[in-house]
């Protein structure tokens, strides 16, 4: 649907096309924009003060609560904007307009415009009190701010949230999942004030403390209080009560980014004021989105967005010189902890003249509002129970008489009460599906018929699903009577993407059929072959049959079958093991004189705590072996890499354990242990923690009382993740088996090259804790029992220097010269 | 002038199946793919991307993997599955009983 930005053949005046802003609304508006104009008629540019590609800023919400990753959250990859050859100035914040010479500056760059469009969007609004600075005090509207206030949440107990609306709701499940208790605090006497009315706040109130958030109305607050250290450690309020917290975040309303405008010198109010073409009072310069105020109204929510920016696409593309854009009714159905909640209209705005119709079910906190003005439904709140949403959201937006019998808005023949099976195939093709992106039913019917049969295909098709998600059964229900079942993506549980299987099914058939080797399960099981697939497969099967594993090479990349790691002129690097750093003078000078003896060109201490022979050629791989006569380090392949050591008791004045001593043995137990992704570990001998253990696979941290702490799923490269904690043990060979059950078990349920840093959050820790501590599927014995025999099938991969398992291993290209022409 | 010669590389034995092995004709890297099935490409032996050796690359069906980046390339056809890089060459391949030929 999103058309490809091809370059006209024949050079055309290109307009320059500038936008400020890379959210919501910039990003939907140039993607509207070059669906419109295929052939690329504006040279496009676009500034985002945040560092990143577009996101869905709605589920912010998801990312904060764990449920989706921040990666899943794009809209478009950073290669969209090179496709479409938009120039994106990432993390450039726009700081300066000349509308005389039509040029935008930001710190460094500046871009000349014919047409300029305002998408700066909103910020969170801070109110004026004491604190705000202190650490622990943040706002949530932006990727790092979920982020931050994950990391930070991590060492809180409790946290306070002011403000009482729908994202301070977000943001207080958010951190129940990570384990703090939450108050939320509202300054007016109800929860979701613009939303609902006094009783449905006050049912929204029960709910929300029923799932264990205290909710303080009607508390208006006065400064934070921090301690020594600028924590935040308290909230004072006006009536001089304190609420005692290790966190705050302030979700009290948000503001509307004109400053930049109105220096600018565009006339703005409470926003940027636009009209109805969505023009400034500058005729180059239009706004869309949360930064813009028109006919006195300033959104909070998407839809209008989209209106926007489709309006405004068609207007400039030609397409429709006539569009205008005309306000938006605004009907939402939200989810707000769990809570559904459906909108429209201003719940609070009711004439003496107005008939409000009203029902309550406390017992299980339904409640239902409707006013009706003039014999029409011109605002309506219901909460817990949305049966009857759809039909009020017709007559709210069609404004079409509301029923005789008022409570027939509630009760009608068509109504479905909760419970009853919706009838998808009855629905008019005008119904609106998707209220995020305004997708009626006759669309989402046209992409099912035409072969989108999952939900994520109808999502890229028609953008049906793609906003807060709430619509998604609706979808899976529409493609299930359209074209019978619903396809989940099942590619997504698969283990590798040419076998249709998850891994426990993978697994449970190889071991039926016997398949041992990789080319056996491609010939069985496959759907087509690809190199990721053989790996990920070579790995599995090797866990799985230990000794019987029938190893094939062409299923393994160049590293793991010359067990070195490639370089980018073609040599090798070679890094033999150091159990747990630790290493010997005779050692050291083996390993200068191989480095010698071969002219090493570069000898390197890893990031890892041992040595890195550089640039070998891969055929001095074996004499390099064979004269170090040290194991490999495997700093290739999905394995055990490093474990990294401190010096503990053995010299540290500080240390409470042998945490040389521990690693070695780890090192020696586990080493050539194969899994899904690789895996390191640190032992640190006190809480000092310097071999920086918080931040491994396994991570090991002798306590102040001599006990061991056992931590997992941290990683400090590409992703950073701090571990979390599977349990203290007293004993190292407490330590030794709790650890390998770890890994067998990671080993056999992650997916091909999910680390553990994916995987633990995935399992969720506490479930980890049942499995691996306390036993509850019985399988501790199993797991143990495959430590043994995985460490039994263990050979160093360095001993093929005497044997190569394969013509050319080892080899130099073969020289052949051309018969010599007479 | 532009002459093709057909030249003798090795046995079959000399490729290891389902791999590729690197060879230099007169200068020119080139690697030659012997697939599990049986047939036998040669490529240009250096990726045009950033010059990773092919040869030490994987098959995916009959497409040759870079090692270094992943960049796929048709054995046949010599065509890359990542826009904007150019295809590489490719040369036809005979496999007698007196060894594996190739013209180039
Ligand atoms: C050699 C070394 C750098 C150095 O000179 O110090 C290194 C080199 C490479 N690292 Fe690393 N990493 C090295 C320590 C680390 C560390 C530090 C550590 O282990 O304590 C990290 C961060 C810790 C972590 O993993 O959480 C690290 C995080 C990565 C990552 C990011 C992984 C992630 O999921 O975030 C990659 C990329 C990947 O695996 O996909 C990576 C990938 C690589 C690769 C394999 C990249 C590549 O494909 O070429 C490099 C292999 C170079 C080679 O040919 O030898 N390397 N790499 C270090 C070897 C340590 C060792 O003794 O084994
Ligand atoms: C957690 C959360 C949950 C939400 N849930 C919902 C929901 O369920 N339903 C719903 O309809 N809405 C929801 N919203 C609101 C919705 O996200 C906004 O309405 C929407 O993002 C507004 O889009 P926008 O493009 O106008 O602003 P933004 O998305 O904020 O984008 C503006 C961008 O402009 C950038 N910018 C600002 N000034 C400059 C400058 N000078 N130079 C360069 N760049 C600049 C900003 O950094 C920002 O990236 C939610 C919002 C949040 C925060
Ligand atoms: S972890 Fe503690 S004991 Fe070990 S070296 Fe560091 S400070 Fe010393
Ligand atoms: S060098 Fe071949 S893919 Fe990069």
Redesign the pocket.
Known sequence: MIQPNTIRETPITRQRLVV???????ARFIEDLIGLDPSHAFDISI????PYGNYN??L??NVLNGSQDAKEIFLNPLAWYADNQITFHAG????RIDREAKIVY?DGVEEAYDTLVF????RPFVPPIAGTSLHGVFV???LDDCRNIAEYAKDCKTAVVIGGG??GL?AAKGLMTHNVKVTVVEMGPWLMGVQLDADGGKVLQQTIEKLGITALTGASTKEFAGDETNRVKGVKFADGSIVECDMVVVSAGIRP?KE?AAESGLACDRAILVDDTLQTNDPSIYGV???VQHRGMV?????P?WEQTKTLALRLTGLNTAATYTGSKLA?K?KVMGVELASMGRISDVKPTDEVVTFAEPARQVYWKAIVREGKVVASCMLGDLGPADELVDYFMTEKPAPSRRLELFFSANTQTHGTEISLADLPDAKQICD?NGVCKGTIVKAILAGKTSVPMVGKATRAGT??GSCKKMIAGLIEAVAGAVKADPSESWYVPAVPLDKPTLVAECKKRGLKSVSAVLAELATHEDEKSKNGLASMLKSIWGTEYIDERDARYVNDRVHANIQKDGTFSVIPRVYGGVTTADDLIRIGEVAKKYSVPMVKFTGGQRIDLLGIKKEDLPGVWADLGMPSGYAYTKALRTVKTCVGTEFCRYGTNDSTGLGIALEKRFQGFEFPAKVKMGVSGCPRNCSESTVKDVGIVATEGGEWEILVGGAAGAHVRRTDILCRVKTRDEAMQVIGRFLIYYRDNAKWIERTYDFVPRIGIENLRKIIVADSLGIGAELDAEVEKTMAAYVDPWLERDQPVYAGQFSEPRKISLPVLL | MLTLNRIALCQLADLPVGLGRAFEVDGKPIAVFRTRAGKVFAVDGICPHKGGMLADGMLSEESVVCPYHAFKYDAITGECDQQGTCAIETFPVDVTDAGIFVTI
Not at chain 1, 47 to 50: L, P, S
Not at chain 1, 299 to 303: E, I, K, R, T
């Open positions: 400020i802003g890379n959210g919501m609304a910039g500034f985002g003060d945040e800023r709605i912010l919400s450039k914040k726009v700081t930001a998408a700066t969007g909103s949530f509207r932006t729908l994202l977000e980014n930049l989105g949360e930064c959104y909070g929510l998407v839809a967005i939402t939200l995020c906003g807060c």
